[in-house]
């Protein structure tokens, strides 16, 4: 019965360029539409979502290129993501939703939000890449340094060691992450889909920066940052920089927001410390 009720959750949704969107509904009441980051997928949401559903209706996307959503030879940039988004909403009937976007996906939702703001009711962005700027030589240095022969050939205790960075201390709840990008290495097709994307998706959030357009938000937007984030900022990249200077400096450009940093908590807030996270989105809500 379980299974089956967990089945009624997960659809698919055909956009206008032909590519078929997986997502899970979950709930009744205001929507929240949730967009993972890099190299995630909706199950990012896995946590949160029941401490959210009492309240809302609960809607999670895979992104194409990620899960279960088709794969495709597509940019893969923000533009591209935020423009999914948009038609996404569209297809669905989602009526002005609130957007929560974690980390690549926080850059999405501000690009998305910035098109059409009259489609959203409110944003909510945990750890969200585009808060950090980039100079010209180090966007030089991540588009040498990001390839798809490198991520291809990430011996597997790297790609444990990259999994434990999203996160202060690591928690066994999370060990499927890891699970699932194994069993998506032992796939060799799938796989090169991947390592040939996740470089486009880097350089597509280095080519797309939002900072400068920050202030053009009105929609009021809850900031969730960890204490402890250790991959924003980049630490070689920005050594001078701390998390607190980034999302402050980013929240201090919207016209309408609100700051919380989340103690003992690293990059992936919504799972990690999903209780306060949770609390912070329904008080704003």
Known sequence: MASAQASKWHRFVELP???????T????????????????????????TPLLLPHYRCVALDLPGYGLSDKGDHA???PFFAKTVLQFIQATGLNRPTLLGHSMGGQASIFAALQEQSRFSKLVLLAPAGFERFNAAAREWLRAFYKPALIRATPVHQIERNFHANFYQFPADAQFMIADRMALRANTAAYAHYCKMIPKCVLGML???VFDRLPDLLLPTLVLYGNNDALIPNS?????????QVAREGTAQLPDARLHFLPGCGHFVQWECADEAATHIRSFV
């Open 17 to 23: 360029n032909g590519t078929k969107v997986h997502f």
């Open 25 to 48: 509904d979950r709930g009744q009441g205001p929507v929240l539409l949730m967009v993972h980051g890099l190299g995630s997928n909706l199950k990012a949401w896995g946590k949160i």
């Open 76 to 78: 893969f940039d923000i």
């Open 207 to 209: 080519d797309y920066p």
């Open 236 to 244: 070689m990249i920005n050594p001078g920089l701390t998390t607190e």
